[in-house]
């Protein structure tokens, strides 16, 4: 087999000669078959654009590589990224999809000229998501259902995609296939096979370094020392990595608990509004919390109409509405009221005992008056709690303490959420429960009223570009032991919250009846 062997299954695809200097330049909608010199042009022209650098680079893992693609450059070349585009379409012409959508931010350019040179409707993904205008994570015309290609410029470990796939899967789209100019060999392809996705490369890395290495612009010794990088240094799954930086090892499956239905525990539960919460759930059937994570005291209102017929909880975060006054609390009560939900917001306090009987009952916000269910850390101490139980529980509220959190890298975990979970135990009149990822694995078992509630929570596994790590329903409710899923952007962020919602609160109960 010759060094361009890997090269020349492409060439029988892609259009009319590439030359940087031809007169006559090449259209994308052309389809004549390229030639294997062609081809060689191509690698060569992204080496001379400094594409493809060979040196000792720093990557985002911290390791030092010899070779560094950097195809943010190509969009200053049109006839350079026109030919990306075109040997792109030929790996991919006889695939079957609706739509494509390119990685943010590299890929986009090379979608788009895709779309334009040969037809193709095309969505885009925002990595940052607006908090004004629409604020949709996929822009353009789609609909639940269709199948979408994802577009990227390359992979090493398939975790720019995933993270991509994520948020094309809350829109109800399906994504069988990516394609990608340039796999790096280091995993990317055995990663998104197992998450489902078939990947289709332009070249291997290894395959432009034969080209390269045959004009004599790398070194035998260099083209060694990229080859044997690449051979030491394959990827961990992204996915995997991201569940174990959250997760606390797993109780085995042979010693898992059978689950209490929620009836029965509201009659063990020392805590007025935990047994009001358990049966509601109960007499509802439901253990679905949505997070109103928006930004205006209308939106927040409007979103608990749309979802309070599927909810035990509506969580709230007061402080990033755009206003407050006591007829907004007054309003968002009678809906709690007319869905039979109860009320959580999400205040997460940790200062001192003093400090925090002011927050909770006083300022602009006057929490106590309207919340159901508040939240602290223990961080300063269990003098927190005997704060706000002085404002909440004459008020008949509860509250929830922080044992773990959902976010990479949390410091609440291990040692310090035994401590929370043993002062939890103490102060049982008020503390109803707790925020938590995997109760099932604590050592200190909670008494059976306690009730424990997991943020973070959607139809698939994965993580976003924040550190926000992400758990099925049934995971959380199942071999995790949680009581309550939260919910945030997974039903937010729909086309339709109340059948998203309705989606979330089917699954959730099917996974809470599977475990009676």
């Not at 291990?414 to 103490?426: C, D, F, P, S």
């Amino acid at each position: 087999m010759g060094p361009l062997a890997p090269l020349r299954a492409v060439a029988g695809f892609v259009s009319k000669p590439f030359r940087r200097g031809a007169s006559a330049r090449t259209r994308a909608t052309t389809k004549d078959p390229m030639t294997e010199a062609e081809v060689e042009d191509l690698v060569l022209a992204l080496n001379k654009i400094g594409a493809v650098k060979f040196g000792e680079f720093k990557l985002k893992s911290g390791l030092m590589s010899p070779v560094y693609v950097d195809l943010r450059v190509i969009v200053s070349y049109p006839d350079i990224l026109e030919q990306v585009s075109r040997i792109m379409y030929a790996q991919i012409k006889n695939v079957k999809f609706d739509i494509m959508c390119g990685v943010p931010y590299t890929a986009l350019p090379i979608s788009t000229c895709m779309s334009l040179g040969f037809g193709l409707p095309m969505v885009m993904r925002r990595k940052e998501v607006k908090d004004y205008g629409t604020k949709k994570a996929i822009e353009g015309e789609y609909k639940a259902g269709q199948t979408c290609l994802i577009v990227e410029d390359l992979v090493t470990s398939g975790a720019s995609v995933l993270e991509t796939l994520e948020t094309l899967k809350v829109e109800k789209l399906v994504v069988k296939d990516v394609v990608v100019l340039i796999d790096r060999e280091q995993g990317g392809p055995q990663h998104l096979k197992a998450n489902g996705l078939n990947l289709h490369a332009a070249f291997t890395l290894s395959a432009l370094l034969k080209v390269l290495v045959k004009h004599k612009y790398v070194s035998d010794e260099v083209a060694a020392k990229v080859r044997e990088f690449i051979s030491s240094n394959q990827t961990a799954d992204p996915t995997a990595k991201a569940a174990a930086a959250v997760a606390v090892p797993l109780p085995a499956p042979a010693k898992a608990v059978k689950r209490v239905p929620y009836e029965e525990r509201a009659k063990q539960a020392k805590n007025a509004l935990a047994k009001k919460c358990l049966e509601l759930m109960a007499r509802k059937k439901t253990n679905l919390s949505v997070a109103a994570d928006v930004d205006t005291a209308e939106e927040m209102l409007a979103l608990a109409e749309k979802v309070g017929p599927y909810i035990c909880v509506f969580k709230t975060h007061v402080d990033i509405f755009d206003k407050w006054d006591a007829s907004i609390a007054n309003r968002l009560q009678e809906i709690a009221k007319k869905h039979d939900f109860l009320i959580f917001e999400d205040r997460k306090f940790a200062d001192i005992g003093n400090t925090v009987v002011s927050q909770y009952e006083g300022g602009i916000y006057k929490i106590a008056d309207w919340s159901d269910i508040t939240n602290a850390h223990l961080v300063p101490g269990p003098g927190i709690i005997d704060g706000l139980k002085s404002v909440g529980l004459p008020k008949g509220r509860g509250c929830l303490l922080l044992a773990e959190m959902s976010s990479k890298g949390t410091l609440a975990a291990g040692e310090y959420t035994e401590t929370v979970a043993k002062i939890a135990e103490e102060h049982a009149d008020f503390v109803m429960g707790f925020i938590c990822t995997n109760p099932a694995a604590w050592k200190f078992r909670p008494s059976p009223g306690m009730i424990f509630m997991t943020p973070g929570v959607q139809l698939s596994e994965g993580g976003d570009a924040l550190g926000q790590q992400y758990n099925t329903p049934a995971a959380v409710l199942g071999p995790r032991g949680s009581d309550v899923i939260i919910v945030g952007r997974g039903v937010i962020k729909a086309k339709d919250p109340a059948a998203a919602a309705k989606e979330y609160r089917d699954a959730g109960w099917a996974a809470y009846t599977a475990g009676l």
